[in-house]
């Protein structure tokens, strides 16, 4: 099933994408008297039941629009969103040419964070403040929803804890990186656009066969498959829950593959004017526009 969130009266709405339309959830499960989840976190943390629920809805052949015509949201603001660096093999080679990273393979997996406040939907813009940043970067990575509470979980208990799957653009101030540290870097506003929508889990019986692309303006910058994950999301699971709790609706923003800006030469950062496409096979494409906000 892919579901999205989208403008609707009196708020944002859960929905359901069926091709290229949607069904309004709290409209359909209306017309029907039934009960359904008001809220993509609803869904998430009603787990089986909850998706059922929605099942039970496209049964009845409720009434869709054409997806062009709702305005889509973020799919939900994460608790929190913890990032992987360094997790696709030829993506640690040109980290380390052109970012002063270590050149050996990570022996475990690098984190970092990103918060809530990131978080911007499709459509919205990326902001670009040239006072702080004049490298302004991008990532496009397979992003992990979790669906139930994962404290110091198994790698071969993991998966269970997965509700779905999207798409994270990682961007990144790359000047702002301070004393070896990311935070600032990759953690102000709009710097972690998510979306167009979440997959859920038992719609992707294979997350290592996803083609994932980026494009800037059209031009495609980078292009992989995330069979080349270099630390698999039962792993990333496994080792982040060890010492932090991941709780329902926190995402998992699991590496760029090559092709950042910051590996061309000259290298190439975004500035205002620029549109940014995100795209993994299954999920959709996250486009957001670059816009200036000195």
């Known amino acids: 099933m892919l579901l999205i969130t989208f403008a609707g009266p009196g708020g944002d709405r859960l929905g359901i994408q069926v091709g290229t339309d949607v069904v309004d959830v709290e409209a359909a499960a209306a ?57 696709y093999t030829e993506h640690v080679a040109e980290s380390a ?33 040239g006072d702080l940043t004049a490298q302004l970067d991008w990532e496009c990575e397979l992003a992990v929803v979790i669906g139930k509470t994962a404290k110091r979980v198994s790698a071969r208990a993991a998966m269970d804890h997965v509700f779905g799957y999207s798409i994270v653009n990682d961007i990144s101030a790359r000047d702002q990186r301070r004393s070896g540290q990311w935070f600032f870097s990759k953690g102000q506003d709009s710097y972690a656009p998510f979306g167009p929508a979440i997959r859920t889990a038992g719609d992707v019986p294979d997350p290592y066969g996803l083609e994932l692309s ?10 992989s498959s995330t069979k080349y994950m270099l630390f698999r999301i039962a792993e990333l699971i496994a080792d982040i829950s060890s010492g932090m ?24 950062f975004l500035k205002p004017g620029d549109v940014v496409e995100a795209s993994i096979q299954d999920i959709g494409t996250l486009s957001n526009p670059v816009v200036d906000v000195r």
């Open 214 to 223: 980026l494009r800037v303006n059209g031009d495609v910058k980078q292009k």
């Open 245 to 268: 709790t991941l709780e329902p609706g926190d995402v998992i923003a699991t590496g760029s593959p090559a092709g950042v800006g910051a590996s061309f030469t000259p290298q190439q």
């Open 97 to 129: 040419r052109t970012l002063d990273t270590d050149k050996e393979l990570p022996q475990r997996p690098v984190l970092f964070s990103k918060p809530a406040t990131a978080v911007v939907g499709p459509g919205e813009p990326i902001q670009h403040n």
């Open 31 to 87: 017309e029907r008297g039934l009960d359904a989840p008001a809220t993509m976190l609803d869904v998430v943390r009603g787990g089986a039941a909850a998706l059922t629920a929605l099942e039970t809805l496209l049964a009845g052949e409720p009434a869709r629009s054409p997806l062009e015509t709702v305005a889509l949201r973020a799919p939900l603001r994460p608790g929190k969103i913890v990032g992987v660096g360094l997790n």
